[in-house]
C-alpha cells in the first residue's frame, strides 16, 4: 500500500482548520512536567483524509541543538490542548527527554522516522500496518476534545 502523502497545512490553499477545532498554530507545547517545549509553528495534514497527523513544534532555544534541528513532529493523537489557555500538552515528553526525541528536518517524511518518533514517545508503532494513521497515536479526537462545544 501507498504511504499517504502529507503536506503541511500552509501549502494547501484551498485548506484550513475545521470551524470547530482552534487553529494551535502559535500555541505553546508544554510537556509532563509543565515548561515550556517549543510552539506550534504548522501543521501537517494528510489532505486526502482531510485530517492533522502531526504538529511541527519549533523548539524553544533553550533545546536548539544546531540551526537545522530546532523543530519536532509530534503525531496529534499524543497531545492535548487545554482547555481554558493555548497551550498543548504532551504527557510524553518533558525538558530532558525532548532533547534525545528525533529531529525534523523539513524533508520527506518516512514510515522509518515516524516509527523513530513513536518510539521515542513510549509507544511500539504497528509494523507494515496498511493503516498505519488509525493508531491511537494519530486521533485527534483526543487532541479536540476539552474545546469541544458542548
Known amino acids: 500500500m501507498e504511504t499517504p502523502v502529507l503536506r503541511r497545512l500552509r501549502d494547501l490553499t484551498d485548506f484550513e482548520v475545521a470551524d470547530d477545532n482552534p487553529d494551535v498554530r502559535g500555541w505553546t507545547v508544554r510537556g509532563a512536567d509543565g515548561q515550556a517545549l517549543g510552539t506550534v509553528h504548522e501543521l501537517i495534514v494528510e489532505p486526502e483524509a482531510l485530517k492533522v497527523r502531526y504538529l511541527d513544534v519549533e523548539l524553544d532555544s533553550r533545546f536548539h541543538i544546531n540551526e537545522h534541528e530546532n523543530h519536532i513532529l509530534l503525531p496529534i493523537g499524543v497531545a492535548a490542548i487545554d482547555a481554558d489557555d493555548d497551550n498543548v500538552f504532551v504527557p510524553a515528553l518533558n525538558a530532558e527527554s525532548v532533547l534525545n ?30 493503516r498505519f494513521y488509525e493508531q491511537e497515536s494519530f486521533s485527534d479526537e483526543s487532541f479536540y476534545s476539552r474545546r469541544k462545544a458542548s
Open 101 to 130: 526525541y528525533p529531529p525534523y528536518i523539513e524533508i520527506q517524511i518516512t514510515r522509518e522516522y515516524e516509527e523513530a518518533m513513536l518510539r521515542a514517545l513510549g509507544q511500539e508503532p504497528a509494523a507494515n500496518n496498511p
